[in-house]
Every structure is written in C-alpha cells, then in structure tokens.
C-alpha cells in the first residue's frame, strides 16, 4: 500500500510517499524556520500563508523523488492536529480535496502519534512493549507502546516543552530561533558542570515535566553576571543542557523499569540532539535497555512519519470523512492517545 503523508502542523510543509508503513519512497520538507528566525519563534498568520505556497510544490517534489504518478497512491494520511490552525488547515483540506478527486481513503493523524511512529522509519526498530518520548517544541510526553493501538501517556509537562525551554533559552543568550541546535553547538564549547541548574524531578511516581523553573534559573544567571555574560555563554548553554538532559533521561529510565521495557525510543527536535542521545545510552547501559532514534531527519516534523501512522489507521479503516476538522489541542482518547 502505498501512503501520501502530509504534514502541515506548525513551521514545516512535508509531503512523503511510503510503502507497507515502513520503506520511505521520498521525503520532501519545505522548512521556514529561516523566515520566523528573525521574529524570535513561529508566527501563525505567516505560516499558514507559507504552507498555501509550498503545498503543492512539495507534493510535486515528492511524486518526482519517488518516480510516482498521482494514479499509484493507494491512500492520503494527513496531520489533524495538534498544532497551528491556520497551518493544519492547508494541508487536511488539501488532502481532503485529493482524496475527494482522486476516490481515495483518508486519514487525519494526530501528530504526536506521528512523532511515535517515526520510531519505525528505520529497518532498527523497537519492539513492543517500549517506552517512546516525544521531545518538541510543543511537547514533552513519555507513553507507554505496547502494541500498534496501544498508546498510554504516563506524563507529559506541565508547562513548557522541552524543545520551547530551549528556543527560551537560546533568544534570552541573544541567539535566535530555533534555539535547539544553537544551544548544543554552543554547550559543546562548555564545561556542563560549571553552573548548576536545578533538575525539577516533581512528585516521586510522577512522569510528568516541568521546566519552567530552570528556564527562571538561567534568566536570574544571565541578569545576574551581564557584565561577564560573553564568556560565560558556552557554560550556560552546556549547564542548561545537562540539567534538561538529565531529567529526561531520569524519568525516561524509570517509566522503563516500572513498565518492565528493554527499549527507549526517543523521538521529536529534541531526540536530534546527540549530547542526549550519548547521555541516556550511557546510562540505560546499565539497565541493558537499547535506545532508539530516528535518523535526523525524521527527528522533527517531517511526512513519513504521519504516512507510517496512517498506512496503521487505513489498515484498521480508522478513516476521516469530509466534515472531520483540525484541532489545535490534543483530544483526549480521540485518536488513541490516553491522557
Ligand atoms: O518536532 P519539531 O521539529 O516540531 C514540533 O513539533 O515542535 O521540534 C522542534 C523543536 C524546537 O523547539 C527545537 O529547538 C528543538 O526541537 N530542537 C532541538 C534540537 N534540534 C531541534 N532541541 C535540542 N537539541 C537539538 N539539537
Ligand atoms: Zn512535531
């Protein structure tokens, strides 16, 4: 079977041909971010407009890469939600209209699901029962996967992601947006144990985040030392950095212990960070549990992943009819996701 994956959610217009769920065809990412760089984040309005512009393009490209015509596509799985409005709206009335024309099946995918399944764009997959995180800009959610249909959230933040501590961070050290790379390119010239930030573990069996707190710790450094800021830029950057990665990896071994997993997938911008990756797989050594990433460019938003969910929803004939609308805010239990 062969998928047309279109993703549209926030800063990226995708589009992504996949076959059977797994063998990636080609995989076209549109990305913005150079435009919202000089704003200091993503701004909405701009966004949709940028996504009308690439829509089609993009989807030309893809069927280009693969060497397909319109005629083989065997069905249409685009990004309901959660995500931007506006920017959703381009790419599932899109891919209502083509699956109308073409007599297709669709399927809305909730993003977050997609960011899971990216663990499978790679023949070195997890097997269920895993742990798999998703790290975003918007996001910052352990589940418990223990079967195609099966998703359970054990936690989630309670008030900034991970990758938006980040973006935070890296505008506040006078850098731009997005500040996730910025920050590990410079914690790399840093010592990580400089400046110590605080590791906000909340409740002893929560899974749940929260990284407003280290966020306020970097600001009071920074308007504490301003004079002496320059040089102590790298050794913020890699002491917030270690402060973040170290919660993550805590909570993430924890939840795979109490749900007696061997495997951590790691997904989202935020799994694209290689500090990370070496930090938990150092640590999981112990445990023997193997960690997953996906390859970097299907770390962030990217289409394969929403093909590779939808190739499962079209399976299950989990399908979206023509009155089906976007969604800003994840809802609950609606596509599977416990919250
Ligand atoms: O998954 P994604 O592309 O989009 C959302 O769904 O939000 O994630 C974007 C986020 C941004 O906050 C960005 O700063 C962060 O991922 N990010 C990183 C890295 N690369 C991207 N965070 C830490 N380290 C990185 N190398
Ligand atoms: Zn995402």
New binding site residues.
Partial sequence: MIVLGIES????TAAALVKDGNIILSSVIASQTEIHHQYGGVVPEIASRMHINAIVPVIDQALKDAGMSIEQIDGVAATRGP?LIGALLVGFSFAKAFAFARGLNLVGVN?LEG?IYSSFLSEDCPEFPFISL??????TNIYHVDSHDHFELMGQTRDD????A??KV?KMLGFG????????ELAKKGNPDKIKFPRTLLEKDSFDFSFSGIKSSVLRYITEHKNEIKDLIPDIAAGF?AAVIDVLTIKLIKACLKKKCTAIAI??????????YKYLFDKALKYGFKIYVPKKEF???NAAMIAARGYRMLLNKNYSTFDHDVFSRNKINSTGIKK
């Fill in positions: 959610s926030c800063d990226e995500g993003h960011h998703v790290a975003s800009g918007g996001h992601a991970v990758g938006e980040f973006d890296s947006y997005p500040g996730g790379s910025i920050i590990e950095q997904t989202g911008g935020v799994s694209a960070n290689d500090t990370f770390c962030g938003d």
